[in-house]
């Protein structure tokens, strides 16, 4: 059978790499939405070609299945592709069913190394523009077209809102 | 005897088009489009009148070639018309997937996704530091018009790596 070999990368160089994208924002645009955008952009593009990659490696048994739907997508993203990128999986994702979606992440990896006790402000939430440029571009490489928020509830934890109903 | 060999994305543009009948004719350029509406209505019906939850359309014959089709779950489809002896090439058309397609495409950090790939028929050098993009992309300002002509041609060549190993794999095949 055809399958590749997954390579694991090291977290800490994924982590470096997304803080340097982050600060490198600065110097390319001036307020924070465009930054934000911009950062989003380098992981919607990731995103894109990593799903596209991946879907590759997948076991033979969840080739035939396909994806019967678009809980199944959702939760692919959150046990594969979480794995493949961040070496964890989600720790809970809730719907309602009706194409809204939260995925909690109770030790972000862009939040771990981060002092509890700073103010979250638009700096932190920047760092997590490239997860949400990641699920929005494996998504759409996948047919899935939302919009994807991001909260920090509480250092090192965050939630992803994914909204399915609106682009 | 493989006839042709067809890469299409979720949006049905024709991504790449390889033509190896010996000694054909000029193929009117609308059949790519042609090819893809037919194979989504075909996705689309076969799925339909499935009798079981097990739905996935794979080729069809007819009395002079048979069509395959392996569609990835990010919506590619690799479609190849071969002649009527041979039989499941769904591994081959997977084969091309994961070990042509996604190491020299989507891991190309030169590569554009989505953009159609123009098969060129002569094999440039590949650059030792490659500085430019690949496939179609927007020159920057400052570059003046030798600089672009030199991009273009790095692009081909980046575009050529998919090419080549297609060609080669292609040609490994017992049924080539």
Redesign the interface.
């Known amino acids: 059978m055809a399958t590749t070999a997954l390579k694991t990368t090291s977290l800490s160089a994924v982590e470096f790499l997304v803080a340097e994208i982050c600060r490198g924002s600065k110097d390319i645009a001036t307020t924070h939405d465009a930054r934000y955008k911009h950062v989003e952009a380098i992981g919607y593009r990731t995103g894109l070609a990593l799903f596209e990659s991946h879907s590759a490696c997948i076991s033979e048994a969840k080739k035939n299945m396909r994806f019967q739907g678009e809980l199944d997508v959702i939760k692919y993203l959150c046990k594969d592709m979480w794995q493949v990128i961040f070496q964890k999986q989600i720790d809970n994702l809730r719907t309602n069913h009706k194409g809204v979606y939260v995925l909690h992440d109770n030790q972000h990896p862009m939040l771990t190394h981060l002092p509890r006790t700073i103010p979250i402000d638009e700096n932190v939430q920047l760092l997590l523009a490239y997860p949400c440029g990641v699920i929005k571009g494996g998504l759409a490489a996948l047919g899935i077209t939302a919009s994807v928020s991001a909260e920090i509830t509480a250092l090192p934890a965050c939630k992803f809102n994914l909204d399915v109903r609106r682009a | 005897m493989i006839y042709n060999f067809y890469l299409y994305n979720?949006q049905g543009v024709c991504l790449y088009q390889k033509d190896l009948k010996r000694g054909s004719k000029q193929q009117r350029s609308d059949t790519d489009k042609l090819l893809y509406g037919l194979l989504y209505s075909l996705k689309k019906f076969a799925e339909k009148i499935s009798p079981n939850d097990?739905k996935?359309f794979r080729s069809y014959k007819t009395a002079t070639y048979k069509l395959h089709c392996f569609e990835?779950?990010?919506?590619?489809k690799f479609v190849m018309c071969t002649d009527l002896s041979v039989g499941n090439i769904d591994?081959d058309l997977?084969?091309i997937?994961?070990?042509i397609y996604?190491p020299h495409v989507?891991?190309n950090p030169l590569a554009e996704?989505h953009v159609p790939m123009t098969p060129t028929t002569t094999m440039q050098p590949l650059p030792s530091s490659s500085s430019s993009s690949g496939k179609e992309e927007e020159a920057s300002d400052a570059v003046t018009a030798t600089q672009l002509q030199e991009q273009q041609v790095q692009a081909a060549a980046a575009a050529s790596g998919f090419d080549a190993a297609l060609s080669a794999f292609l040609s490994s095949l017992k049924y080539y």
């Open positions: 979720r097990k996935r990835t779950p990010t919506g590619l591994r997977e084969h997937f994961a070990h996604v989507v891991r996704l």
